[in-house]
């Protein structure tokens, strides 16, 4: 990763979904550039794992942030206000559409990529107002403006960016930006596979096409370098309420 720089010196931040993928490529450039990080996972073995890698900036966290205690505990552990939040735990729903998916995967799904977000923001924004400044960036995705999942997950990266736009809107004021990132196909260990037969015919040779227009998935790093543009006071002082697509240009084919 690029950075070694100060950018972050100095700053606490709370990164969820931190023990892989994108939030722990997050976590790691956030110190690279000086912050301490409170890494949320519900796997403490991928957060041993990366604590022993990191040092004692990454501090881990086994936390189900569907739960409001669970939450409040993480904020317990963090013993103050915030500097930076990165909500990136997120998971899929089998590219289900709607004739097909059930409830269980739908109130999963939403739980896990909009309500604990909601949740996130609602418990550490308002130490951030009493600070007079913070930085959040939500994970959106590319399925929010176009059809490339199921239904639930669709439905709830959509409302990641109408959240966001929302809680810039409201907070911009009490030096608070809210921005969002939407990648697209993303080398992780999130499951992608197609669980609909329908949504593989319908719209699996448009994924397919795109994946093979764009010739590889993103790197989780490459997805972090904007989540952390967009988390530097500096660089994006002047950038709330911005969805940032990196999906190497998915979004314009």
């Not at 956030?30 to 996972?41: E, H, N, S």
């Not at 999942?149 to 030096?175: E, M």
Request: with cysteine; hydrophobic share 50%.
């Amino acid at each position: 990763m690029s950075c070694s720089c100060d950018r972050f010196q100095g700053k606490t931040a709370v990164v969820t979904g931190a023990g892989s993928g994108i939030g722990l490529a997050t976590a790691k450039l956030l110190i690279a550039g000086g912050a301490r990080v409170f890494a949320v996972d519900l796997s403490a073995a991928r957060l041993d794992e990366a604590a022993a890698e990191i040092g004692e900036r990454y501090v881990p966290v086994v936390a189900d942030i569907t739960n409001q205690e669970s939450i409040a505990a993480i904020a317990d552990k963090v013993g103050g206000p915030v500097d930076i939040l990165i909500n990136d735990a997120g998971i899929m729903d089998g590219v289900l559409p709607v004739t097909e998916v059930d409830d269980a995967t739908w109130n999963a799904v939403l739980a896990v990529n909009l309500t604990a977000m909601m949740r996130m923001m609602r418990q550490f924004i308002p130490g951030m107002v009493e600070a007079g400044h913070g930085a959040i960036v939500n994970l959106a995705s590319a399925a929010a403006s176009r059809t490339c999942a199921g239904a639930a997950y669709s439905a709830s990266k959509s409302a990641v960016v109408s959240l966001t736009h929302n809680t810039a809107s409201i907070y911009g004021k009490d030096g608070i930006r809210v921005n969002a990132v939407a990648p697209g196909g993303v080398s992780t260990n999130i499951d992608t596979a197609f669980r609909s037969a329908l949504a593989g015919e319908r719209i699996g040779p448009v994924v397919a096409a795109a994946v093979e227009a764009l010739a590889q998935d993103a790197k989780p790093e490459w997805i972090a370098e904007a989540i952390c543009f967009l988390a530097d006071d500096q660089a994006a002082i002047f950038v709330n309420g911005a969805v940032l697509p990196v999906d190497g240009g998915w979004t314009a084919l």
